[in-house]
């Protein structure tokens, strides 16, 4: 059965306290975490259909880790050896159908992990992504406007923290991507919009709607 699993997302959800707010959500004591499985993934600059079981289609601009060794109970102090490669990714989020799931206490799936719903950017070795200051800066644009704005200081729980959180409960093997959260300024698409994804200020991640 594992091998006919080729990789699974893990989110995160909730892990910058200005986007908590902006959706009226309460900050979270511990990580939120859902799901998304490998035919979510949106590879090589693909476009994105619009999904016609939305209205409200958002970007959620997230900084992602590919895992690079199998393990699970993972130390903090050790997770910087599970993730080699950084990239930038989009949880596309049918918003009204999210909202929808919340009000019934419904798990997400269906506003979160639909086909081609996780855009996945070219990874680039992490020492390439960091500044000097040991932060990742991020960002996207839509239709070349800057509409998000992150860095990683801003998380509520860290990269390594994170790995250590999830692999207690989903041991993490080689190929899996974390979605590491949103910052602030998630928003709507239409089709005909271009979003493209930024670490400082190389772009490594491009996405048409249609
Ligand atoms: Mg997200």
Same mark, same amino acid.
């Given at each position: 059965?594992?091998?006919?699993?080729?990789?699974?997302?893990?989110?995160?959800?909730?892990?910058?306290a200005?986007?908590?707010?902006?959706?009226?959500?309460?900050?979270?004591?511990?990580?939120?975490?859902?799901?998304?499985?490998?035919?979510a993934?949106?590879?090589? =600059?693909?476009?994105?259909?619009? +999904?016609? /079981?939305?209205? *409200?289609?958002?970007? #959620? &601009?997230? @900084?992602?880790?590919?895992?690079c060794? =199998?393990?699970?109970?993972?130390? +903090?102090? /050790?997770?910087? *050896?599970?993730?080699? #490669? &950084?990239? @930038?990714g989009?949880?596309?989020?049918?918003?009204?159908?999210?909202?929808?799931?919340?009000?019934?206490?419904?798990?997400?799936?269906?506003?979160?992990?639909?086909?081609?719903?996780?855009?996945?950017?070219?990874?680039?070795?992490?020492?390439?992504a960091?500044?000097?200051?040991?932060?990742?800066?991020?960002s996207?644009?839509?239709?070349?406007?800057?509409?998000?704005?992150?860095?990683?200081?801003?998380?509520?729980?860290?990269?390594?923290?994170?790995?250590?959180?999830?692999?207690?409960?989903?041991?993490?093997?080689?190929?899996?991507?974390?979605?590491?959260?949103?910052?602030?300024?998630?928003?709507?698409?239409?089709?005909?919009?271009?979003?493209?994804?930024?670490?400082?200020?190389?772009?490594?991640?491009?996405?048409?709607?249609?």
């Amino acid at each position: 059965l594992l091998n006919a699993i080729t990789m699974k997302i893990i989110c995160v959800g909730r892990n910058y306290a200005a986007h908590a707010k902006e959706l009226n959500n309460p900050i979270p004591s511990q990580p939120i975490l859902f799901l998304k499985p490998d035919t979510a993934q949106l590879l090589d =600059n693909s476009p994105l259909y619009y +999904p016609n /079981f939305t209205k *409200e289609l958002h970007y #959620e &601009v997230e @900084v992602l880790l590919k895992i690079c060794k =199998n393990g699970k109970f993972i130390q +903090p102090k /050790f997770a910087p *050896e599970y993730y080699r #490669e &950084v990239s @930038v990714g989009i949880d596309f989020t049918a918003r009204d159908v999210q909202r929808r799931c919340k009000e019934k206490g419904h798990p997400w799936e269906i506003a979160k992990a639909w086909n081609h719903s996780a855009a996945i950017g070219q990874f680039i070795p992490k020492e390439t992504a960091f500044d000097p200051s040991g932060q990742l800066q991020f960002s996207l644009k839509k239709n070349h406007k800057l509409v998000q704005e992150g860095n990683s200081k801003n998380m509520l729980t860290s990269f390594d923290a994170l790995i250590s959180y999830i692999s207690q409960y989903f041991m993490l093997l080689r190929g899996d991507i974390i979605f590491t959260g949103t910052p602030k300024g998630v928003g709507p698409v239409d089709c005909g919009d271009q979003l493209e994804g930024f670490i400082g200020n190389q772009s490594l991640l491009k996405c048409a709607i249609k």
